[in-house]
């Protein structure tokens, strides 16, 4: 699912169009979550993804936003 909002630029989550998918953790093995957002910014449209385990704390990926 996508959506994009023009060049309308707001750090709110709702801005975001995101997608969750179950993995295996490569930490842990455990299940864990990889995610991946679209983010419109100035009229280009940039993918971040990461990877999120609540097993062993593990968080990876980058954010709209972040340097
Ligand atoms: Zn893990």
Redesign the pocket.
């Known amino acids: 699912m996508t959506r994009i909002h023009g060049s309308c630029i707001e750090p709110e989550p709702t801005d975001l169009a995101s997608e969750l998918e179950t993995c295996s953790?490569p930490?842990?093995a455990?299940t864990?979550q990889r995610w991946f957002i679209e983010h419109a910014e100035d009229g280009s449209l940039n993918s971040y993804s990461g990877l999120s385990?609540q097993?062993?704390g593990?968080e990876t990926g980058s954010f709209p936003g972040d340097p």
């Open positions: 953790c930490r842990c455990q864990a385990c097993a062993c593990l």
